[in-house]
């Protein structure tokens, strides 16, 4: 079973520019989660998309915004980059199974920097 | 809001030894998972836990969820030069919220 994608794999903007990052869940994964990762805050949370719909936000500007089509594939789009939107940006897909007990896995991410 | 507090935040420790790391926190949590994240790579799950008190073994790793729900720990026995990397605790409250991630620990192996 393919596990989550991510293209691209690495991306050079320039401050003022616009990027999309798009995201493939594993097969039959609902639900897709993306997170920012830097070396000084982490790994933080952004948004979650289950069919279709935004579930969660997280504490970011709303140049950070987001989608998922019906096959749960999802983008993620930041406008007007800053130089502290370099980042690894992650994605991660879940089953969202019935019952509790959910475990979400995480694509190889796509490192952007911005000049 | 709710947070992870993970240690120790880097080890170095000789090839052969165990390894223990926690998570604690002052919220109660129904999920723990622990990833492992290699340089330029997206984590990868390692172990989950979904009650109170479990003790879940992979392989030579070995994690509890906390009977307070308020902590978790990972060990590592026997560590090789490949257990290199930077594991992360994560932590939700129900299905329908967000994971929260620890900061890391920074985990290096000399042989």
């Known amino acids: 079973k393919a596990g989550v994608t991510q293209t691209p794999r690495y991306l050079i903007k320039t401050r003022g520019q616009q990027v999309t990052l798009s995201c493939s869940p594993i097969?039959?994964?609902?639900?897709v989660s993306w997170y920012q990762q830097t070396p000084g805050q982490g790994l933080q949370f952004l948004f979650e998309y289950f069919s279709e719909t935004q579930r969660n936000k997280g504490n970011f500007p709303g140049r950070f915004s987001g989608r998922q089509f019906s096959n749960s594939r999802s983008e993620m789009n930041v406008s007007t980059l800053e130089l502290g939107d370099s980042a690894l940006y992650l994605c991660?897909?879940?089953?969202?199974?019935?019952?509790?007990?959910?475990?979400?896995?995480f694509g190889p991410g796509t490192r952007l920097t911005v000049l | 809001g709710q947070q992870l507090n993970q240690s120790p935040q880097s080890m170095f420790i000789q090839e052969g030894e165990d390894v223990s790391m926690n998570c604690t926190s002052s919220?109660?949590?129904?999920?723990w998972l622990w990833y492992k994240q290699d340089p330029g790579e997206g984590p990868v799950l390692l172990i989950a836990l979904y009650k109170a008190g479990e003790l879940t073994s992979n392989g030579r790793l070995t994690a509890q969820f906390g009977i307070t729900r308020k902590d978790s720990f990972l060990n590592i026995s026997a560590s090789i030069p490949s257990d290199v990397g930077i594991y992360f605790c994560a932590a939700r409250t129900t299905i329908r919220t967000a994971l929260i991630f620890g900061k890391g620990t920074t985990l290096s192996v000399s042989s």
């Open positions: 991660a897909s879940s089953k969202e199974a019935s019952g509790g007990g959910d475990t979400q896995y």
């Open positions: 919220s109660i949590f129904n999920t």
């Open positions: 097969s039959g994964h609902r639900s």
